[in-house]
């Protein structure tokens, strides 16, 4: 590892300021620079809920502040998540063990940045190697009719529901993608969604079927203005008090539909929708680079498992 330069005169006085902050502090600091840098709440959040349980762990033990920290130190805390037991009894999986060591190790490179610390011993950190699963589930096409035939659209929160599904197996797009949408987002004319700052904030246009279409087109004309009696706040699918639904609605909403409903003993709920769409898109002869722009993938092989 190369030797850090000597920090210079300002660099000193900025350590002299840090010193005394501890690392609950330091982390407070660091999450309002990202914010500055424009990342999204749902990613500061995840970057506290990963980093946070590490300062504690360090507080139980006596080390409240950044330059305490050691490599020692820092393979105990491998060894504690390794072991770590969730609220369902199982252990942490080893992505989702490497997600918080990796977290805990941007947070220390920004420390190193500041001169709290002079060297980073998480870059000595041995990490677990990233395991490459496939999607558990996907749905057939005939198991997702069954789902979405499961419904009753005879009411307007069933009819809400189906406009809403149709949507996620249409376009793949994600939960939180569909949760966004607003009224002006779909083009029925040219038969596409708008998707506005989906994940890593990038726009995108994602073409729908006319089935889906035939279906948001009912639930706009029958249910929707129902909806907004009481507000609205201009979201394509909207609560029955006029807002917006949140994600883990969404996920509440599609898992019920497909154990409950539709009685299909398969895990998942929104994501499945997405990842049947690839699959029986490549199935039914489509190009791999068509289902990535679709779905919004950086890299070509996340869009390939």
């Not at 789902?147 to 809400?160: A, E």
């Not at 609560?239 to 019920?256: E, F, I, M, V």
Request: proline letters at 5%; hydrophobic letters at 35%; one cysteine or more.
């Amino acid at each position: 590892m190369t030797k850090p330069l000597s920090p210079g005169p300002e660099a000193l006085y900025l350590r002299r300021q840090n010193e005394n902050a501890t690392q609950r502090q330091q982390l407070s600091a660091w999450l309002a620079q990202l914010e500055a840098q424009g990342y999204s709440p749902r990613s500061l959040e995840g970057y506290r809920e990963r980093v946070l349980p590490f300062v504690v762990w360090c507080e139980a033990r006596g080390l409240m502040h950044a330059p305490q920290v050691s490599l020692p130190v820092l393979e105990g805390w491998q060894r504690h998540l390794r072991g770590y037991r969730k609220a369902d009894g199982n252990t942490l999986a080893v992505n989702g063990q490497l997600s918080r060591l990796c977290a805990v190790r941007s947070f220390y490179r920004w420390l190193l940045k500041r001169h709290v610390i002079l060297y980073n011993p998480a870059e000595q950190l041995e990490l677990p190697k990233e395991e490459k699963r496939l999607p558990a589930q996907v749905f057939s096409e005939q198991e997702t009719r069954t789902v979405l035939q499961s419904l009753d659209t005879g009411t307007p929160l069933g009819l809400r529901n189906r406009a809403l599904l149709e949507i996620l197996w249409s376009t793949g797009i994600r939960r939180m993608e569909a949760a966004s949408l607003m009224l002006c987002d779909v083009d029925f004319t040219r038969g596409v969604v708008n998707v506005r700052q989906g994940k890593g904030k990038r726009d995108r246009v994602v073409p729908v079927g006319r089935a889906a279409l035939a279906w948001v087109q009912r639930y706009l004309r029958d249910v929707r203005p129902r909806l907004t009696a009481r507000g609205d706040s201009g979201h394509l699918f909207l609560t029955s008090r006029g807002s917006g639904l949140k994600r883990g609605t969404l996920t509440w909403l599609a898992g019920q539909v497909i154990r409950e409903t539709a009685r299909l003993e398969k895990p998942g709920a929104c994501h499945i929708f997405r990842h049947s769409m690839a699959t029986q898109m490549l199935d039914n002869g489509a190009d791999t680079r068509h289902i990535q722009a679709i779905l919004g993938h950086e890299k070509l092989e996340t869009t390939q498992i």
